[in-house]
Every structure is written in structure tokens, then in C-alpha cells.
């Protein structure tokens, strides 16, 4: 894991890779084996509970207001920085045992005209036979695993204050955040947020994405995850890791997911515009779904 500037660090705590997770469409054919065991996020909207249920020392809506203006710098700067993303999903059998994956890492590069795009690196043939991926997996790549709370969303969400805790190095304010109302085609995350008290930044997340969609002869469902931010720079907490290892309910069973993402080598690209979010991706790199 990369070092932070000013001699600060928030630690993942994970020896291998962590990552994302992303929802989970069930085939037909899904076999029912796995059992789930006891979570500490069915009794709550996060884990685990802050060390202290204080009142902080200045107004929570204060506080709400200033990491969410921060969050609406980060997003606009992180437009302005290359970095390398990689993403994986296994499916898990009863005994333990990798027996699906689909993998796919990415380049996020500037042209020389300055256009942002995302380059397709390394896309090996899927292997996966219990799930599918789905656009909304993409979606929530893309905006719910490496949440961001702006201004423009509070309207949108039910943010409570939860208590301070010390995570690592740091110390921090703790939230539970959650959609005000579900509208219609549209994705929310729902979990606990961690702001750092001194930077005013979100520097970790937990919870899920929502809601899961139910049809008539679908399910596509959505496991609980953690991301994990850096300071880079010494100014902003981008994400760097997200992780999920959970089971996926299905009316046929559970299967057991884990899941990955990782975002690594951010570079600034030349003076500090706002180019837009990476939309190019050359046809013949698109890797076919599983």
C-alpha cells in the first residue's frame, strides 16, 4: 500500500488483494450449496459500531457540510489523474474452492489532446457459471464502490451521525448514510461512512449498494463491501481498495462471492482541468460478458 503524506496512514488490514464488490445476476441453473453464516451488518446499516457516541466538537450539520464540499474538490481533482484498475470476481463452492472468475484491469489515460478515456489492459476469457454480471455491476464499479457524498447528493440521502472512532492513525467522525426514497432506475449505497476529523474526508466506507432488483425470472442481488481510501498527494483520500466476501441470497440458494477492485499508480496529468469521466474504449477491447 502506498504511503501518505505527513506521516499518515489508514491500513486495509488485508494480506492479499481487497476489493470491490459488484452485483451478482443468477443463471438459471445456480445450485443451491452454500450456507451464510451470521453477518454484523444484518442488525444495522454498518459495522462495526464507533468506539464513542460523543457529540463532536463542532455541529454535525457543520460537519456534513464541510466533508461534503471537500468530496465535491476530490471528485473534480481525481478527474485529473491517470491510474491503473483492476477488477475481479470469484464464485466460491461449498469446500472452499475458486470455481468462477471473471478478471478485467484497466488503464484510466489522457490522449494528448487531453481527452480522458479507459484503456482495456488485460481481459482473460471468463470462467465463471453460476453468475453473470450485469450493467448494473458496471454502474456500481464506476459510482457506488468508491462512494463519493457531493452536495448535489445529501438531498438525496439520510446522513446520521453516529459517534468518533480511531481508525488507525486516524480519528474520525462515523455516519450512517442511506437513500430518503428508492426512485426508478437509479443506484444509492447504504452503509457507514468514516470522516476523517482533521482533513474532513471520507476514508472508508462499508455497506452495499441498492436496491437489489427483483423479477419475475431474475434476481440481481448485491453483496456488502469496503473501500478503503489513501491520501495522495497529502491533500485527497482517493479510493485504493474495495473488498467484498458475502453470499448472494437467491430464491435457489446462497452462492458464496468474493470480489475485488484496486486502483493503484494515480498520476496528475498536466495542469488541473476537469475533463469528464472516461467514456472511450476501443470495440476490439471490450472483453465479451460471461
Not at 478485467?104 to 490522449?111: A, K
Not at 476523517?196 to 431474475?218: C, F, L, Q
Request: proline fraction near 8%; charged fraction near 30%; include cysteine.
Amino acid at each position: 500500500m502506498a504511503g501518505k503524506k505527513r506521516g499518515r496512514r489508514l491500513e486495509a488490514g488485508y494480506a492479499e488483494l481487497i476489493g470491490a464488490g459488484i452485483v451478482a445476476f443468477l443463471l438459471a441453473c445456480a445450485p443451491a450449496r452454500a450456507q451464510e453464516p451470521a453477518h454484523p451488518f444484518d442488525a444495522g446499516p454498518g459495522e462495526p459500531n464507533a468506539n464513542s457516541n460523543a457529540p463532536p466538537p463542532m455541529p454535525v450539520e457543520q460537519i456534513i457540510q464541510k466533508f461534503s464540499q471537500r468530496e465535491e474538490e476530490l471528485k473534480r481533482e481525481r478527474e485529473n489523474f491517470t491510474y491503473q484498475q483492476t477488477f475481479m470476481i470469484q464464485t466460491v463452492d461449498f469446500d472452499g474452492n475458486v470455481d468462477g472468475e471473471y478478471r478485467l484491469s484497466s488503464d484510466i489515460v489522457f490522449t494528448p489532446q487531453g481527452k480522458r478515456y479507459e484503456k482495456i489492459t488485460d481481459a482473460p476469457a471468463p470462467t465463471l457459471a453460476r453468475i453473470l454480471l450485469t450493467q448494473q455491476d458496471l454502474d456500481d464499479l464506476e459510482h457506488i464502490q468508491p462512494f463519493v457524498l457531493t452536495p448535489d447528493k445529501l438531498s438525496q440521502y439520510d446522513v446520521k451521525y453516529v459517534g468518533q472512532e480511531q481508525v488507525d492513525e486516524l480519528a474520525t467522525y462515523v455516519f450512517d448514510v442511506g437513500p430518503k426514497k428508492i426512485e426508478k432506475n437509479q443506484r444509492y449505497f447504504q452503509g457507514r461512512i468514516w470522516v476523517d476529523s482533521r482533513d474532513m474526508e471520507i476514508v472508508k466506507t462499508y455497506g452495499k449498494a441498492v436496491p437489489d432488483i427483483i423479477k419475475k425470472n431474475s434476481e440481481n442481488v448485491f453483496p456488502r463491501f469496503e473501500t478503503i481510501r489513501e491520501n495522495i498527494e497529502g491533500t485527497y483520500w482517493f479510493p485504493t481498495y474495495t473488498h467484498a466476501d458475502d453470499y448472494l441470497h437467491f430464491t435457489t440458494g446462497n452462492i458464496h462471492i468474493r470480489m475485488t477492485v484496486r486502483y493503484k499508480n494515480y498520476k496528475r496529468f498536466g495542469s488541473t482541468y476537469k475533463f469528464g469521466t472516461p467514456t472511450e474504449v476501443k470495440p476490439q477491447d471490450k472483453p465479451e460478458k460471461p
